[in-house]
């Protein structure tokens, strides 16, 4: 079975038009337009380019670029907002700024189409699926290379998926989205250029899955036989870029520590314009390290970046200013991720043999009945109307607004409801003083801490808000943003921490993804989070937790896409009814681009740069 047509089995590409129609015809509140503009603020002209072609060139199988052909030279200025990468090492990566770098240096076998959404050949030249579904063949393109000049090679594939992933080496999320009854895929080499990937059933998210980055095996063995705590080092930010070697269409040549990461074009890299002429156009991708939203915003204005997300509180004046500016806007549709509260849940002791969290707030937290009071007294309106501007909606389910398989019996959620939420808080024992203070059945008072990442604009605003909110129920909240390093460090290290304001990136396409969420093993099951033995063999699952884990495990099993939408509608059902993460908001991305761009084609799907390799400078 060719590897074009596997989502039509799923019946993907049929629901994908949907989507992908609703999110170009987004349109802003009423309240947000001027008098001159009519259906809608934004236009998002996309249209689809076709297949990608393989063509040969002395002996090498490059992929071959969609876009008009353009012309070499000159840099792209990108920035991101926090402390800069924790590690050039892709598969040890848990932040979302190293995997952005990493997505720049390192490519796997597949990617995702920006227009339709279907899986297709990368480093692979094809994927095969025998009629079992459970043997995948892939082919490599060859006279692929290393920037080191050595080739790449069925080794390294079979090497990335054997000694890093399998073994558990680095970001465990990776094997835990991966694993399907307890095993993750055998892999071996055919040939040179051919390998297999075996699983022991089919295993409807593994084609996606085939897009993790490739390590180079000549490289990375050495330090893998080490060990994890020589692989976990290795390749930090400290590490002269000449020594990374990388397949991407960037190369790194620089790093400066809370300034900016520069890229340098990959002269071996494997597209092609239609002219036969090696890609990527741009001599350079420089990524400015921003402390927060408003230095971003001033670097725009200033010229010194070349495009910016925008957030709800600046769109209206960007949009007001476009006409008589050198950038336009674009609209791709509802976020593919989530921002949501959550508390510990946790309830075990640390090696010291001390409580990760206070008793008596463990016993708060676990309380269904208060998670559910804190949920239902948030006015998600006022969120979206004074964080976002309007430029977004209120957020129920765990799947973000752009998915495929968003539940839509609990879409729309639950209006703020004050009154119910204090009868649920009777129910468990709560009470208030006179002055309003609201206190346990223990007479104990309610008053926690609540954090976030400092320099999030929005997401300090929410928190300040989420207090607001909570302190009509009598909650005394002390909201303390810290800095993101050591806030990763509380919920998946230290794991003390009260509640927390976050986000987490999504994917419209394929729920699995957030296995390692979901999962009460998982990497970033950070409202249990599970450490030492209780990871291997974990103690004490909550019912509902155990649901999640069954349901997840059938959802990877089933390959047709009206079973998988039933399975995962009732995942997003348990999360709703028990409220591990209560979710807030969701804003519509809308960037800001210079206009001096060809090839700039940005989709909901695959952002602006999905095409990054194929832009130039007219």
């Given at each position: 079975m060719k590897i074009t047509k596997i989502i039509n089995i799923i019946l993907i590409l049929g629901v994908m038009a949907m989507v992908l129609t609703s999110c170009l015809h987004a349109d802003l509140p009423e309240k947000t337009k001027t008098k001159n503009e009519t259906k809608s603020l934004f236009s998002l002209t996309m249209q689809y380019p076709g297949d990608f072609k393989t063509v040969e060139v002395n002996g090498v199988e490059y992929r071959q670029a969609r876009g008009e052909v353009g012309k070499y030279g000159g840099v792209l200025y990108s920035s991101n907002i926090g402390e800069g990468p924790k590690t050039f090492n892709p598969w040890n990566s848990t932040d979302a700024t190293s995997s952005l770098m990493g997505e720049m240096m390192f490519d796997g076998l597949v990617s995702t189409d920006a227009y339709t959404g279907k899986v297709v050949p990368a480093l692979a030249k094809s994927v095969e699926i025998d009629k079992t579904g459970k043997i995948y063949t892939v082919t490599l393109r060859k006279g692929l290379k290393w920037s080191d000049g050595n080739p790449i090679t069925s080794d390294d594939v079979v090497f990335t998926w054997k000694d890093i992933i399998a073994d558990g080496f680095g970001n465990t999320s990776m094997l835990d989205n991966a694993l399907i009854d307890g095993k993750p895929p055998e892999v071996r080499a055919i040939d040179k250029y051919t390998m297999q990937f075996i699983t022991s059933q089919p295993f409807a998210p593994f084609l996606r899955q085939l897009s993790q980055s490739i390590a180079p095996?000549?490289?990375?063995?050495?330090?893998?036989?080490?060990?994890?705590?020589?692989?976990?080092?290795?390749?930090?930010?400290?590490?002269?870029?000449?020594?990374?070697?990388?397949?991407?269409?960037?190369?790194?040549?620089?790093?400066?520590?809370?300034?900016?990461?520069?890229?340098?074009?990959?002269?071996?890299?494997?597209?092609?314009?239609?002219?036969?002429?090696?890609?990527?156009?741009?001599?350079?991708?420089?990524?400015?390290?921003?402390?927060?939203?408003?230095?971003?915003v001033l670097k725009f204005e200033a010229g010194q970046l070349d495009m910016i997300a925008l957030s709800g509180a600046n769109v209206s004046r960007f949009k007001e200013f476009e006409k008589k500016s050198n950038y336009k806007v674009y609209n791709l549709g509802p976020d593919t991720g989530t921002t949501f509260l959550s508390f510990n849940l946790n309830t075990r002791k640390n090696p010291d043999g001390k409580y990760y969290i206070d008793p008596i707030k463990q016993k708060w937290f676990n309380d269904e009945n208060f998670r559910k009071a804190v949920s239902l007294v948030l006015d998600r309106e006022s969120f979206v109307a004074n964080i976002l501007r309007g430029v977004g909606a209120p957020l129920y389910t765990a799947e973000p607004l752009s998915s495929i398989f968003i539940d839509n019996k609990i879409k729309n959620g639950e209006p703020r409801n004050m009154d119910k939420a204090k009868k649920l808080l009777k129910k468990s024992g709560f009470y208030w003083s006179k002055s309003g203070q609201l206190y346990d059945k223990a007479r104990n008072k309610v008053e926690f801490d609540l954090t976030t990442?400092?320099?999030?604009?929005?997401?300090?605003?929410?928190?300040?808000?989420?207090?607001?909110?909570?302190?009509?129920?009598?909650?005394?909240?002390?909201?303390?943003?810290?800095?993101?390093?050591?806030?990763?460090?509380?919920?998946?290290?230290?794991?003390?921490?009260?509640?927390?304001?976050?986000?987490?990136?999504?994917?419209?396409?394929?729920?699995?993804?957030?296995?390692?969420?979901?999962?009460?093993?998982?990497?970033?099951?950070?409202?249990?989070?599970?450490?030492?033995?209780d990871l291997q063999t974990p103690k004490d699952l909550l019912s509902w937790e155990k649901r999640l884990d069954k349901i997840f495990e059938a959802g990877a099993k089933t390959v047709a896409f009206e079973k998988r939408k039933e399975i995962y509608n009732s995942y997003q059902e348990v999360v709703w009814e028990n409220n591990p993460f209560i979710y807030i908001y969701s804003p519509l991305r809308v960037h800001a681009v210079r206009n001096k761009f060809g090839n700039m084609n940005p989709t909901p799907l695959g952002g602006v740069t999905h095409n990054l390799e194929e832009i130039y400078i007219k």
């Open positions: 095996k000549h490289i990375l063995a050495p330090v893998v036989k080490k060990g994890k705590k020589e692989f976990f080092s290795f390749w930090g930010v400290t590490t002269p870029p000449d020594k990374l070697v990388t397949s991407g269409m960037f190369r790194l040549s620089k790093y400066i520590p809370a300034q900016r990461v520069e890229f340098v074009r990959n002269s071996d890299y494997y597209m092609v314009d239609k002219n036969g002429q090696k890609l990527p156009y741009l001599d350079k991708y420089i990524v400015y390290i921003l402390g927060d939203l408003n230095n971003q990442n400092a320099g999030n604009t929005e997401r300090e605003s929410t928190g300040v808000m989420i207090k607001e909110d909570l302190s009509e129920l009598g909650i005394k909240i002390n909201f303390k943003p810290i800095e993101f390093n050591v806030l990763v460090g509380k919920l998946v290290d230290s794991l003390d921490w009260d509640a927390v304001v976050l986000g987490l990136t999504g994917s419209p396409l394929e729920p699995h993804s957030g296995r390692n969420v979901w999962s009460s093993t998982g990497a970033l099951h950070m409202f249990n989070q599970r450490k030492g033995a």
